[in-house]
């Protein structure tokens, strides 16, 4: 497993009383978790990318997360750990896994620090999915047709790749006892095995399996299904949900947009969503182009010495859609979309620079998209993932979108996860 050295600010003389809080960020290729004080401070931070344990060729996703669970609980600091008071994880959205809720009785010991690292007891069964999880990008088509005749027209979970068409797949098509199954998101499974109660998900993570935020419950139409039976509970994020007991168990790969908006919008036809953040809305949807398609092309090094030799106040002339293979979710949800990415030009910098401006087009195309749909209209774009540290990509962004765009102060998941650790210690 690739493990990145760990940042930790060791000059800091922290006092008996006082409190750390730790975020983890389980992405598309690794996680990372940070930790920081009640004022927001970085204390610590590190990242792992996923051992990809496989057998037949499958990747064990379950296994992979797992694992890197518990090693990034190991990089945490040992001088650090008895001052955590609550942990906080974010993980891939529609990411599915379904499991069996009475072979789920796992005994940890999670915070017990001695000699300088961190303990654990043994499990007394293994808790594994009664399936391989469903990633976030799979698309479950066979379960599109029942489920755009149950849900409301244009509803965000009308796409192949929301969690309840995953859902609806396993369900008619397993052989498992459903008597006995429920439904976890990625993170809601990850928490799962530090905390040990069985069944809680959050209103955000639980969007694309049909809850509404709005209501703050899941909907007649749904809970009228077979189904609905494995459906977990539902909290605010930021919810304490258990204490750890002896004795129980953004630009990245991806283009994701985010928009802060009044107005809560959903549209299936065009994959667009919105999340529940307190009195607001985070409007968007994430199109499958992004760094991935780079990284399928170029080197990094690669990447940084290309970009030397754009010049982003200039428009490309090749039109490109980037995708790394058929099928885009937003801003048009089109399973059947094939990538675009010829004619090539024999200069590499010219490539790069159209594909890069074609991202930049798509991403222009996402905020026009939402202010017609009725969302807040953007005004300043604030970037993150891999995509904020090229500053060639940064300035055509800003032409093409015709926006000032600035790299966020904290640009890692990990550290808005600490911040619900935050929140959560707080109530």
Sequence with gaps: MYHESNRANASVDLKVEERLYLGMDFGTSGARYAVIDKEGTIHAEGKRQYPLNSSKETVDWA????????????????????????????????????????????????????????????????????????????????????VKSIAPVNHTVCSG??????????WNSDESNKES?????????????????????????????????????????LLSQPYSRVLPSVQAPGTVIDIMKEDVTSLGS?????????????????????????????????????????RQIFTDEQLAKLSEQINPMEASPLDYYPLQSVGERFPVADP???????????????????????????????YTLLKHLGATPVEEVFTAGGGAKNGTWTKIRERVLGLPVSQALHTEAAYGAALLALKGAQQ
């Design 254 to 294: 991806t283009l994701a947009i985010k928009l802060l908006s009044t107005n809560r919008i959903e549209d299936a036809r065009f994959g667009v969503y919105s999340h529940r953040l307190d009195d607001k809305w985070l409007v968007g949807g994430a199109s499958n182009t992004g760094g991935a398609v780079l």
């Design 63 to 146: 296994r992979s997360w797992k694992t890197t669970l518990f090693s990034l609980l190991e990089d945490v600091p040992a001088s650090f750990r008895s001052f955590i008071a609550s942990i906080s994880i974010d993980g891939t959205s529609a990411t599915t896994i379904i499991i069996d809720r009475w072979l789920t009785k796992i005994f940890l010991l999670p915070f017990l620090f001695m000699s300088g690292s961190l303990e654990f007891g043994n499990c007394s069964a293994t808790g594994e999915p009664l399936h391989r999880p469903f990633l976030y990008n799979e698309s479950c088509s066979d379960a599109l047709p029942v």
């Design 336 to 366: 059947k979309m094939v990538p675009r990415l010829h004619p090539r030009p024999p200069n590499d910098a010219e490539y790069l620079h159209g594909i890069l401006e074609s991202m930049a087009r798509i991403e222009a195309e996402g």
């Design 181 to 221: 199954s429920v439904l976890l998101h990625q993170a809601d499974w990850l928490l799962w095995l530090l905390h040990g109660k069985l069944g809680v998900s959050d209103y955000n993570n639980a969007l694309k399996v049909g809850y509404d935020p709005e209501l703050d419950a899941y909907p007649p139409w």
């Design 161 to 170: 790749t929301t969690t309840l068409c995953k859902l609806v797949s396993w």
